[in-house]
């Protein structure tokens, strides 16, 4: 948190309080703690399991609660090709999940259909949901995931979380400021 | 018993209803016609020991008749002897009879084919779409099928568009060059 810092006056509570924005707070609270839906639908899902396991930890960035519940989760991991059969279920499942919330496409095949030009396969997943990370690779390396989890996490701190969250209280604050 | 022998011993017993026998590469391969195929199965399976069904496969010759071909791999366990038999179908008649009582494995390779080739079997006991969804309403594998797809929608059930194929389609082309050459890509054909 940049723009962090401790009060620094003489009292019982120094060191106890810091200064930042309600944005800034809100952002370092999400980013650091993203629970993951795993969309596994192909061999990239391998890899999303390799992120997840020793060697790789995608716990050191707060994501490795991975909820097999759409309900608990904030960014859906769509790994894997995603067929046309699939495809309304993941739809549904991104429906399921609460606001705020986050799509990474994960590797050739959610993000474009990769190499399925097919009559099967959705040409990526984006025509379906709002992605906020495209994953280059077939299938990413586990280190390409955790380059694009800290993409999110950047791309989180500089949301205006308040604002998004509760407009008609900030238009309120707004009006009696002014 | 070996591959030679067991159609020996079905040509005695199925005089005349056996046509173009095979041989390549120690796989035989004999064609029969569709109303003998029960018959013939049932025979293989109980009287030659064929106690395995490997696989079923369907080809489309599309523009020449009869259309279709359907092909049952045999092999028995006992005799480690492989056995094709090969039948054509028309597409008007587009249906055959299930052989999934004989081997219970056919009754997904028949429900695959049925599937993609829209060839039925009668007194299947499920003949269900297996990969793609019920109310689909194409047959992929089809000869006149485009390879980029048909546009198709069913409410809350799945959905396809064209799938675009610019630059041609992604695929590999069959060569000694090395791995990086080999890659499939779009490639104009």
Redesign the interface.
Known sequence: MAETHAAAYDSKIEGNVIFTRLDAALNWVRKNSLWPMPMGLACCAIELMAAAASRFDIARFGAEVMRFSPRQCDVMIVAGTVT??M??AVKRIYEQMPEPKWVIAMGACAST?G???????L?GID?LLPVDVYISGCPPRPEALLAGLMKLQEKISRERAFRNQKPELVEKLEEMLA | MNSQEAIESLNKSFEGKLQDKTEFRGETTCTISAIDLRDIARFCRDQLSFDYLLDITSIDNFGEEPRFEVIYHLYSMPHAAYLRLKLKISEELGAIETVSDIWPTANWHEREIYDMMGIKFDGHPDLRRI???DGYP?F?LRKD?P????PSEMP??????I???EGG??VTIPSTAGSKDRE?R?REL
């Open positions: 046309y059969k495809a309304l259909g190499m399925y030009r097919s009559y099967a396969v040409q025509q | 990969l793609m969804w194409y992929p099928f390879l980029a797809g048909l809350d059930v799945a959905f396809t568009k799938t675009p194929l389609p992604f499939p779009a």
